[in-house]
C-alpha cells in the first residue's frame, strides 16, 4: 500500500544513501582500520573530505542501474533475476565502472559479469556451487538493493523477495540473506514507529538459523546490556565476528554487524547513525549507505543536517554506458522510483507526479523540501542560494536567491551544470563518464519572482558556457519586474561542435555605493526541452575517465588523432553518447574504414546489449542490424565499398520508420518498432580500425 508520504520518503532514503556512502568512502580502504580512524578523526561529525565533486561509486551504481530492468523488460510482468542479469550487462561497461573489477575470483561481481557474458544466466552466475561460497557471501549481496527496499514500502516480504533476486545474479546464501534483511528493514522503514521495530521486520524475512540472523540478534542482544558504548559493541565485534573469521575481500557477516550496530546505538539520529557505520571501519561506504537509506526513510528529510545536505546539492554522477544517465539529479530519480513503486503495486500514481517527470528533458521544479537541483553560484559573497518554502510559481518551493549589496561593478552567476569535466573531480572512482543534457537549439525556460527591497533594477542576462575553452555566450539581458512572477526563455546558440557546461543566468544591477541592491529572487520551473540540433567536432574533445568526450566506451581502443576518433579493436566494440531518450532523429557521421569489415553507426541504443546498427558489415554489402542481446540483420544489400575512403553516413528514424543512405544514396528503408528511443555512435562486429571523423544529430518532430 502506498502511503500519503511515499514520495518525500523515497527522496529522503536515497539522500540518505548518497549521504552515507560519501562519508563512509574517504576510509574505505582496510588500511583505515578503527584505530586509526578514531586516531586521525576522532569523533566523526561531518564529511571527512571536501571534494569538489564526489566521483562515481559501486554502491550507488547498483541500485540506480539494476532496477532498469524494469523499464526494459519486466514492463508489464513479474521481473525476474534473469531480467536484473541482463540490467547488468545492459548498463556496466566491460572492465571499467559501475562495480569493483578486481579479477575473476577475487572479485564477485567481476566473476558473475564474466559468467554472464558466457551465457550463464541468473541466479546461477551467483551461486555458491558455481563460484564458491566465499565469493558468494562477500557483502555485494546487500549493497546494491536500497532501491528496491524503496519500491515496496511497508511490504516487507515484496522488498525481500525482489533484493533476492536482485542479489542472486552475483551472490548466494548469507550473501542473499542480506539483501533481504537490509530490504525488509528499509521497506518496514516507511511505516515502523522505532529502529526496533525494523530490525524486527529484517529478521523475520531470513532463517532464524542463518549467519546473517545470529550476528544480527547478537548484536542486539549485547546492546541491551550495553546500550551507551558503540566502541565496546564493535570490539565485541572485532572479538566474536571479525574479518579474520571470514575469507574474502569484504565478508557480509562482520559489516552486517556494524550496520545493525549503528542503527541501534544512533539512538534515533540519522547523523549519528551513519557517523558510527562510518567509525566501525570495515567496509564504510557500503555501511553508512546502507543505514543511510533505513533511517533516511524511517526518520524523514528533515533530520537530515544541512551540513550533509549541502554538498551532496541534490546531484550525483554514476558511470553506466549511458553518459546522459550519468548526471542524476536526486529529485528527479525519486520521482522516477516513485512512478515505478506506483506501477510494481498497481496503483494510479498522483497526476501531479506523472507531470512532473519528463523523460529526456531537465526539469526541475523544487517539490522537495529543502532541494537545490544541483544549482550553484560562482560568487557567494554576493549571491547566496538557498531551498525557500515561501514562494512557488503554481504551490510553495522554490530556489531562493538572495542578492546581497550589489554595485555596477558586480557580477553574480547562478547555474546548472548539463555536462561534466574530469577537472572538476578530485579523483577517478569508478570511471563517470557524461554525455550532456542540453544542446543547441533546445529551449531554456525558468519562472523567476523578484522581491527587491533596495537599489536599482536587477537585470539577468542568461548564459551558457562552452567547455572546450570555457568561453561565455551571453544572450539578451532582462530587466525584472519587482513583485512579479517574470517568464524568461532562450534558445541554445550554436556551438560549433564544442558543448555546454553551464547553463544559467548573470545577476547584475547598475546599483551604486549610496544605493546598493538587496533582495532575493525566485527561481522555479526551470525547463530545458525541445529538439536538439548539434555537432561533435573531436578538435574540440579530450580523453578523460579513459573515453573521448563525449562518449562512453565499451572495449576497444580509442584515441583522438588528427581531428577525428579512432578505434582500434581486436573483436566486438562500441561507443555511445547522447539522449538517452531520443526518439526520432537524423544522426550522420563521416567515418573511414581502415582495416576489418565491421563499420557500423549505432542507434536507439539502450544498452551495450539493446541497439540498431548500421553500415559496413562484410565485404561489398551494408547491413541494418538489431542487436537484441544477440545480432539479428534486418537487411543486407550489396554496396561495393574500399578500404582508406570516408563515407557519409545517415540514419533517419522516424516512428518505426529507419532509412539508412550513405553519401546520400538510400540504401535501406525499412520499419522495426522493437527500440523506439536511444543514444548514438559507433561499433564494430569484429577486429578492425575506423576513423570516425565527425558525428551530426538532428532531433525532428
Not at 230 to 254: A, N, V
Not at 670 to 679: E, K, N
Amino acid at each position: 500500500m502506498i502511503l500519503k508520504n511515499y514520495l518525500e520518503k523515497v527522496y529522503a532514503g536515497f539522500l540518505g544513501m548518497n549521504v552515507g556512502i560519501r562519508l563512509g568512502a574517504p576510509v574505505e580502504p582496510i588500511e583505515w582500520t578503527l584505530e586509526r580512524i578514531h586516531q586521525f578523526y576522532g569523533e566523526i561529525k561531518g564529511y571527512v573530505k571536501d571534494y569538489k565533486m564526489f566521483a562515481a561509486d559501486d554502491d550507488a551504481n547498483g541500485p540506480i542501474f539494476f532496477i532498469r530492468a524494469l523499464y526494459d523488460d519486466a514492463i508489464d510482468r513479474e521481473v525476474t533475476a534473469e531480467d536484473i542479469g541482463k540490467a547488468w550487462l545492459n548498463y556496466a561497461r566491460d572492465g571499467i565502472g559501475m562495480f569493483w573489477w578486481g579479477g575473476e575470483g577475487v572479485s564477485t561481481e567481476h566473476t558473475a559479469y564474466n559468467n554472464l557474458k558466457k551465457g550463464i544466466p541468473a541466479p546461477r552466475s551467483g551461486s555458491a556451487d558455481l563460484n564458491g561460497i566465499i565469493l558468494a557471501e562477500q557483502i555485494g549481496g546487500q549493497i546494491f538493493i536500497d532501491t528496491w527496499g524503496l519500491l515496496y514500502p511497508n511490504n516487507i516480504e515484496k522488498a525481500a523477495h525482489y533484493a533476492e533476486m536482485a542479489a542472486s545474479v552475483s551472490h548466494d546464501k548469507n550473501g542473499i540473506f542480506g539483501a533481504r534483511f537490509i530490504a525488509a528493514c528499509i521497506s518496514k522503514a516507511f511505516s515502523a514507529s522505532s529502529i526496533e521495530e525494523v530490525i524486527e521486520a529484517g529478521l523475520s524475512t531470513i532463517p532464524g538459523d542463518s549467519l546473517y540472523a545470529k550476528v544480527v540478534q547478537a548484536v542486539v542482544n549485547f546492546h541491551q546490556k550495553h546500550p551507551n558504548d558503540f566502541r565496546l559493541c564493535r570490539q565485541y565485534l572485532e572479538d566474536e565476528w571479525g574479518y579474520d573469521k571470514y575469507p574474502g575481500i569484504c565478508h557480509i557477516i562482520p559489516n552486517a554487524g556494524v550496520c545493525v550496530l549503528s542503527l541501534l546505538y544512533g539512538k534515533g539520529s540519522f547523523a549519528r547513525t551513519i557517523e558510527i557505520a562510518t567509525m566501525c571501519g570495515w567496509d564504510t561506504d557500503c555501511n553508512a549507505g546502507n543505514v543511510g537509506t533505513i533511517v533516511g526513510v524511517l526518520y524523514g528529510i528533515e533530520d537530515i543536517p544541512n551540513h550533509y545536505r549541502k554538498p551532496i546539492n541534490d546531484h550525483i554522477v554514476t558511470s553506466s554506458v549511458s553518459g546522459y544517465l550519468n548526471n542524476l539529479d536526486i529529485p528527479t530519480f525519486a520521482k522516477e522510483l516513485a512512478l515505478l513503486g506506483y506501477r510494481v503495486s498497481g496503483m494510479e500514481p498522483p497526476k501531479s507526479l506523472v507531470d512532473s517527470v519528463k523523460n529526456g528533458e531537465v526539469y526541475f521544479d523544487f517539490s522537495f523540501p529543502g532541494s537545490t537541483h544541483g544549482f550553484r553560484t560562482n560568487n557567494s559573497c554576493k549571491t547566496i542560494l538557498k531551498y525557500s518554502e515561501e514562494k512557488g510559481y503554481n504551490r510553495l518551493g522554490s530556489l531562493e536567491v538572495m542578492f546581497d549589496r550589489m554595485v555596477e561593478v558586480d557580477e553574480s552567476k547562478i547555474f546548472y551544470k548539463p555536462f561534466y569535466r574530469r577537472a572538476e573531480f578530485n579523483d577517478e572512482k569508478y570511471k563517470p563518464t557524461f554525455a550532456p543534457t542540453a544542446y543547441s537549439d533546445q529551449t531554456v525556460s525558468v519562472k523567476i519572482f523578484l522581491d527587491q527591497w533596495q537599489g536599482d533594477t536587477i537585470i539577468l542576462t542568461p548564459y551558457v558556457r562552452k567547455t572546450y575553452k570555457q568561453d561565455e555566450i551571453r544572450l539578451q539581458p532582462v530587466v525584472l519586474k519587482n513583485q512579479d512572477w517574470n517568464h524568461i526563455e532562450f534558445i541554445i546558440p550554436e556551438t560549433d561542435g564544442d558543448f555546454i557546461d553551464e547553463i544559467g543566468y548573470i545577476v547584475q544591477s547598475p546599483s551604486t555605493l549610496t544605493n546598493r541592491a538587496f533582495g532575493r529572487f525566485f527561481l522555479d520551473q526551470f525547463h530545458i526541452s525541445g529538439n536538439a540540433d548539434y555537432s561533435i567536432d573531436f578538435e574540440k574533445q579530450s580523453v578523460e575517465f579513459k573515453c573521448i568526450t563525449p562518449f562512453a566506451h565499451n572495449n576497444g581502443e580509442w584515441t583522438l588523432d588528427d581531428g577525428s576518433m579512432k578505434c582500434e579493436s581486436i573483436n566486438e566494440c562500441s561507443s555511445y553518447t547522447g539522449n538517452y531518450y531520443a526518439k526520432d532523429f537524423i544522426v550522420g557521421a563521416v567515418i573511414t574504414p581502415e582495416s576489418g569489415f565491421s563499420h557500423c553507426v549505432i542507434f536507439r541504443a539502450i544498452g551495450v546489449k539493446r541497439h540498431y546498427l548500421a553500415g559496413l558489415d562484410g565485404e561489398g554489402q551494408v547491413s541494418l542490424i538489431l542487436n537484441d542481446f544477440g545480432l539479428k540483420r534486418l537487411e543486407s544489400v550489396p554496396f561495393q565499398w574500399e578500404l582508406g575512403k570516408s563515407y557519409h553516413f545517415k540514419i533517419t528514424c522516424r516512428g518505426s520508420n529507419i532509412t539508412f543512405s550513405i553519401d546520400d544514396k538510400i540504401l535501406i528503408q525499412t520499419s522495426d518498432s522493437r527500440l523506439s528511443y536511444g543514444m548514438y555512435g559507433y561499433g564494430c562486429l569484429e577486429a578492425g580500425v575506423s576513423r570516425i571523423h565527425t558525428f551530426q544529430f538532428q532531433a525532428i518532430n
